[in-house]
């Protein structure tokens, strides 16, 4: 199947290192590892990259990423033309949209050359503008989202509370499809449970409970386990009174080897960490056979029971470090959640996984050919 990829958000170029970036480029390398050919169109493409076999990439047209909605608004006609052109040359048989904020060529284009059009859906974009920067075009973007959600054939949203917002919008089939983990990636474990290591790998943001690690570390005081931490952030100065080494933002292909160094993943979150969230870091813990202790996010609890992972309160200090403790005291159980915890994606949470059930529902929505 050849599959149109298309991302028209400013702020995810292919083969960045934040985690949208990563779900970019595993989603579209794994569907072509699945006999897909797949086309990934972006707004912007990180330097040095060599996408692998079955994938190519290139750089939308138009406004970049300084441009204002007014002007990435006033570009959409020639955008639906330019992709109506390219998609036609490619031979698409379906189209594949991460939606974006003032973004909607994607389904009209799909529209134009009678093709299934499967909108990924990964955060309420509207209102994390809201929140967290500024959103503009306000009335505008909140149509468009109405508009491509309730037109798709299949909405795909990467939680349960993100399926829910979707159905409120107007979208007429939807399902969750979380993020993975490269499975391949990850080596078995070869540590041998003495002296342990926590990690925690992700953007140093507030809402993913960076406050909540550092007083679970001073809760531990002398006993806590060396803390390393993978990524850059607003947070970083927050876990250096901590002593957790901060190495700072990598290369995703580094993320493996880092966290084959460590024993016990922690995605603790804030108390007000918006619920919709799917944990890229959970699935790439559970990967590399960590003992993970994770949030009771409803993504999470969707995955995990407590054969896999440790599941605490958002936000609650006393929860992680009595969980810490716990783990760091009994090797045996690190080793037990481990081990069921790579299992777990190993069986059902890889992104091959994900890439067969997108391939599997272009082609279900695929129009009947004629005399069939």
Same mark, same amino acid.
């Given at each position: 199947?050849?599959?149109?990829?298309? /991302?028209?958000?400013?702020?995810?170029?292919?083969?960045?290192?934040?985690?949208?970036?990563?779900?970019?480029?595993?989603?579209?390398?794994?569907?072509?590892?699945?006999?897909? $050919?797949?086309l990934?169109?972006?707004?912007?493409?990180?330097?040095?990259?060599?996408?692998? %076999?079955g994938v190519?990439?290139?750089?939308?047209?138009?406004?970049?990423?300084?441009?204002?909605?007014?002007?990435r608004?006033? !570009?959409?006609?020639?955008?639906?033309?330019?992709?109506?052109?390219?998609?036609?040359?490619?031979?698409?048989?379906?189209?594949?949209?991460? !939606?974006?904020?003032?973004s909607? #060529?994607?389904?009209?284009?799909?529209?134009?050359?009678?093709?299934?059009?499967?909108v990924?859906?990964?955060?309420?974009?509207?209102?994390?503008?809201?929140?967290? *920067?500024r959103?503009?075009?306000?009335?505008?973007?909140?149509?468009? $989202? @109405?508009?491509?959600?309730?037109?798709?054939?299949?909405?795909?949203a990467? /939680?349960?509370?993100?399926?829910?917002?979707?159905?409120?919008?107007?979208?007429? *089939?939807?399902?969750?499809?979380?993020n #993975?983990?490269?499975?391949? +990636?990850?080596?078995?474990?070869?540590?041998?449970?003495?002296?342990?290591?926590?990690?925690?790998a992700?953007?140093? @943001?507030? &809402?993913?409970?960076?406050?909540?690690?550092?007083?679970?570390? @001073?809760?531990?005081?002398?006993? #806590?386990?060396?803390?390393?931490?993978?990524?850059?952030?607003?947070?970083?100065?927050?876990?250096?009174?901590?002593?957790?080494?901060?190495?700072?933002?990598?290369?995703? /292909? @580094?993320?493996?080897?880092?966290?084959?160094?460590?024993?016990?993943?922690?995605?603790?979150?804030?108390?007000?960490?918006? +619920?919709?969230? /799917?944990?890229?870091?959970?699935?790439?813990?559970?990967?590399?056979?960590?003992?993970?202790?994770?949030?009771?996010?409803?993504?999470?609890?969707?995955?995990?029971?407590?054969d896999?992972?440790?599941?605490?309160?958002?936000?609650?200090?006393?929860?992680?470090?009595?969980?810490?403790?716990?783990? %760091? #005291?009994?090797?045996?159980?690190?080793?037990?959640?481990?081990?069921?915890?790579?299992?777990?994606? $190993?069986s059902?949470?890889? &992104?091959?996984?994900?890439?067969?059930?997108?391939?599997?529902?272009?082609?279900?929505?695929?129009?009947?050919?004629?005399g069939?």
């Open positions: 199947m050849r599959l149109a990829y298309i /991302s028209a958000d400013p702020g995810i170029p292919y083969g960045g290192t934040k985690g949208a970036s990563v779900h970019l480029a595993e989603i579209t390398e794994a569907l072509a590892a699945e006999d897909g $050919e797949v990934v169109l972006v707004t912007a493409v990180a330097p040095g990259n060599s996408p692998p %076999c190519t990439v290139e750089a939308l047209p138009g406004p970049g990423k300084d441009a204002s909605a007014t002007e608004l006033g !570009f959409q006609d020639e955008l639906a033309a330019w992709l109506e052109g390219r998609l036609r040359d490619f031979g698409a048989d379906a189209v594949y949209e991460r !939606f974006a904020l003032h909607a #060529a994607g389904g009209i284009v799909a529209q134009r050359l009678g093709i299934p059009h499967l990924e859906l990964n955060a309420p974009l509207l209102e994390e503008a809201a929140r967290y *920067r959103l503009d075009e306000a009335g505008v973007a909140a149509r468009i $989202e @109405r508009a491509t959600l309730s037109r798709a054939g299949l909405v795909l990467v /939680s349960p509370p993100l399926a829910g917002y979707a159905k409120a919008r107007g979208a007429r *089939r939807v399902e969750v499809l979380q #993975a983990a490269a499975i391949e +990636r990850f080596p078995r474990r070869e540590r041998d449970g003495v002296d342990p290591v926590a990690v925690f992700g953007s140093l @943001r507030p &809402w993913h409970g960076l406050e909540t690690i550092a007083e679970a570390w @001073r809760l531990l005081d002398g006993s #806590a386990p060396p803390l390393l931490v993978v990524g850059d952030g607003p947070g970083r100065e927050r876990l250096a009174e901590v002593a957790a080494s901060v190495v700072g933002p990598v290369a995703p /292909s @580094r993320i493996p080897e880092l966290l084959a160094g460590a024993d016990i993943g922690l995605a603790p979150y804030g108390a007000d960490a918006p +619920r919709y969230f /799917s944990p890229l870091k959970l699935f790439e813990y559970l990967a590399a056979g960590l003992a993970t202790v994770v949030a009771d996010l409803p993504a999470v609890t969707a995955v995990v029971d407590r896999a992972a440790v599941v605490i309160p958002r936000g609650d200090a006393v929860a992680l470090a009595d969980a810490v403790a716990a783990l %760091c #005291a009994d090797p045996s159980e690190r080793r037990r959640l481990g081990e069921n915890g790579r299992a777990l994606v $190993e059902a949470h890889t &992104w091959r996984h994900r890439a067969r059930r997108i391939l599997a529902a272009a082609a279900e929505l695929a129009p009947a050919e004629v069939a």
